[in-house]
């Protein structure tokens, strides 16, 4: 059974600082019960209760406690670094259409929003991260008619106000192969990853209202998620 909502309590940002100190599988092990109790539960139950929330206000987005949640353990294969732990906690929420989950050939289901709970470092995200080349040429074939109304949608002013430009993360130096030089929509069409993202002070993160708090910025971003994942093929829904 998972619990209701009511935040984050302190010691969640005291876990997560204490293990960045202490990446090690045996402190970690003698403390599973405080990650769970701490951190894993109400991340849980914050899926849940967002879910919810989007059902009624965007309702072909989705949260699932199983799958929405990163897991803690980091992907070392290929990394230098062999730290066993992330040291932040996060979710996803995406599209009903575009697959379940964080990770797949529609990367964490098409567009979606993210909330991430770091020490000093928390945020509220939103938009499609570095999608692979099949998502990436839809959504450049979009912009290549629509870039009128996608700069409208990034320019509005409770989304600059809220979340200012978009993340200029991997941007091309030129615009794609394809499309001319003088292209009108050549600012968009440089963008290989469409996401923005606003900061969080730790307390925020742990106000017993951040469900509510999320809910009001995904509303303002939702525009914008709704129009990269038309993009995708993914469409608005108006009930579930």
Not at 115 to 135: K, Q, R, T, Y
Request: glycine content about 6%; overall charge positive; hydrophobic content about 40%.
């Amino acid at each position: 059974m998972i619990d209701e909502f009511e935040g984050f309590p302190d010691d969640a940002v005291k876990f997560l600082r204490s293990l960045k100190r202490n990446n090690r599988r045996e402190w970690f092990n003698a403390r599973r019960a405080r990650y769970e109790e701490s951190v894993r539960r109400p991340f849980a139950a914050l899926v849940e209760e967002m879910d919810a929330r989007f059902a009624r206000f965007a309702p072909e987005m989705a949260g699932d406690p199983r799958r929405s949640v990163f897991r803690i353990h980091r992907d070392v294969r290929f990394s230098a670094d062999k730290s066993p732990y992330k040291t932040h906690a996060a979710c996803w929420f995406y599209h009903r259409d575009a697959g379940k989950g964080v990770g797949g050939s529609t990367p964490h289901g098409g567009a979606g929003f993210y909330f991430h709970l770091e020490p000093d470092a928390s945020i509220v995200a939103g938009g499609l991260w570095m999608p692979p080349p099949d998502a990436l040429r839809r959504v450049r074939q979009a912009l290549d008619d629509r870039h009128v109304e996608f700069a409208r949608v990034v320019s509005a002013p409770a989304f600059v106000r809220n979340f200012g430009a978009l993340s200029e993360e991997a941007m091309l130096q030129r615009l794609p192969r394809g499309f001319a030089p003088d292209h009108p929509g050549g600012r968009w069409l440089r963008y290989r990853s469409f996401t923005v993202s606003r900061a969080l002070p730790n307390e925020a993160a742990l106000r017993p209202d951040l469900a509510a708090m999320l809910e009001r910025d995904y509303r303002t971003l939702l525009p914008f998620v709704r129009w990269l994942n038309d993009a995708l093929g993914f469409p608005a829904a108006s009930r579930r």
